[in-house]
């Protein structure tokens, strides 16, 4: 079996410079969607045909295992079917997909498959309430597919029949070849209508059979903004409900969104408005408070992220205690029991099991030990404008509030800076370092006062 996926047309109802395949949903563009359906089902081809945007469609989705043609001109389905008959092998069947068609199922692709074995065309209809603007289905009167019409060739009658074509369908590819090269564009719309293959199909004696998908939302196709808000709900509601199936509890499946893949382990909780993009995965009875985004993430088991934080490319070890308000940046990797608070945020910063950073500090390129106590508004100064150094501090240190850390330097384990210190040398290790001037009160001090007006 061979796959080709349409995705010439421009797509200008977008009102955007992106091409419209490459408009993402649920943080994949539509084509990349139905590539991955496609991969699914391990075609021995897979071939896009592109026009419009292309280099860029190109440049995006380029991958060894796809083969790319190009329709210069956008004549119709049918002609765009051509432009990749010769990308493929003339055996076997072909199945044509749509790359603004992004929901379609693997599965309702095998059922399809299965009933076009290796002879047959196999057809994907849906019946609608309002079937204007698609091309209906024409039965005889036992029920056997005759040909499709379009909507703008279409008369009264064919008008009322409400079984339309999706315009996803599998055919014997030889047969394909041929009957695509005898289509002509002498109708309504002067274009090369791949539909027209069903008509060929029955006048060679070749049977055409019709399936439909379990749900309707397979194969909605997006042409603009709207259309893709509304299949993004869609989405995100099938991702919710498949959460909730494997027993996530989350506090409003309607305010969820995932744009990747969330791995959830068993008593995961997830309050509302969070957002996970790439690769998340929430080990068990891990609780991620309201208003999160997680992006690139690992989470301990029993982790509990408080609202409004912000985490990307880290690793959290089991325990540990986030936010709120807290932000991770890449290559924070945070061991079991570590508490980080609100306006803390650590950049390519690892840190040992116990240690807690609770409020307003900025920990970045540092490597720090077990048990450390880094207070309220310390920072690493770890950028001299031109290179990046590292801080490094050692188990069971206290960093007093409000400490500047100027790296590269070192705090010794179990070393104390007092409050204040601007460290610029290394701390040795149990002592206190301080760097301060005394303090100084002078007594029967005088308070200026304000000069009266003149
Ligand atoms: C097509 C079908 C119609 C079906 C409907 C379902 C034909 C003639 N008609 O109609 O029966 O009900 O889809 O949505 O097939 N494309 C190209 N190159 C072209 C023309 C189209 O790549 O030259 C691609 C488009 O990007 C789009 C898809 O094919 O993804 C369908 O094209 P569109 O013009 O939307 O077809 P419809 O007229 O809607
Ligand atoms: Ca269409």
Redesign the pocket.
Same mark, same amino acid.
């Given at each position: 079996m061979q796959i080709v996926i349409?995705?010439?047309?421009q797509g200008k109802r977008m009102n955007s410079r992106l091409p419209k395949v490459l408009q993402p949903l649920a943080g994949q563009s539509l084509l990349g969607h139905v590539l991955q359906t496609s991969r699914a089902l391990a075609p021995q081809a897979l071939c896009v045909?592109y026009?419009h945007g292309g280099d860029q469609v190109r440049a995006a989705l380029d991958a060894p295992d796809l083969r790319w043609a190009e329709?210069t001109q956008?004549?119709? /389905?049918?002609?765009?079917v051509q432009q990749a008959m010769p990308a493929l092998a003339g055996e076997g069947s072909v199945l044509v997909l *749509?790359?603004?068609v992004p929901l379609i199922r693997t599965q309702t692709l095998r059922e399809l498959l299965n009933a076009a074995g290796d002879s047959r065309v196999a057809l994907l209809t849906v019946t609608l309430d309002e079937p204007a603007? *698609?091309?209906r289905i024409l039965r005889d009167a036992a029920g056997k597919v005759l040909a499709?019409v379009?909507e703008k060739d279409a008369d009264a009658g064919q008008k009322a029949i409400r079984e339309?074509? /999706?315009?996803i369908l599998c055919a014997p590819a030889h047969l394909l070849c041929d009957w695509l090269a005898r289509l002509r564009n002498d109708n309504a719309q002067g274009?090369y *209508?791949? /539909?027209d293959v069903i008509g060929m199909a029955v006048g060679d004696g070749v049977e055409v059979v019709a399936r439909q998908p379990a749900q309707a939302w397979e194969v909605l196709?997006v042409n603009n903004k709207a259309q893709l808000a509304e299949l993004e709900r869609v989405h995100q509601a099938n991702l919710a409900r498949e959460l909730l199936e494997a027993g996530v509890t989350l506090r409003d499946p309607t305010r969820i969104d995932i744009r990747g893949e969330l791995v959830c382990g068993r008593d995961v909780e997830i309050d509302v408005g969070c957002v996970f993009e790439g690769r998340v995965t929430l080990a068990d009875g891990v609780k991620v408070g309201a208003h999160s985004v997680l992006r690139d993430v690992r989470v301990g088991e029993g982790t509990e992220i408080k609202p409004f934080c912000h985490f990307d490319g880290a690793e959290i070890g089991a325990g540990g205690v986030l936010g709120p308000y807290a932000r991770l940046r890449p290559g924070t990797v945070l061991a079991e029991d570590v508490h980080v608070g609100n306006f803390v945020e650590l950049k390519n910063a690892q840190v040992a099991a116990h240690s807690k950073a609770n409020h307003l500090a900025y920990v970045g390129d540092a490597t720090v030990g077990s048990r450390v106590n880094i207070g309220a508004g310390v920072i690493t100064c770890n950028y001299d404008g031109a290179n990046k150094h590292r801080t490094v501090i050692g188990d069971d240190a206290f960093i007093g509030s409000d400490c500047q850390l100027v790296a590269p330097v070192t705090v010794g384990a179990g070393a104390t800076l007092g409050a204040g210190t601007t460290l610029t040398q290394d701390a040795p290790v149990e002592a206190l370092t301080l760097s301060r001037t005394r303090q100084l009160s002078i007594t029967g001090w005088q308070r200026p006062v304000k000069k009266p007006k003149a």
């Open positions: 349409l995705a010439a047309g045909v026009g329709q956008q004549l119709g /389905t049918g002609h765009a *749509y790359g603004d603007g *698609y091309g499709i379009e339309v074509n /999706t315009g274009e *209508y791949l /539909t196709g």
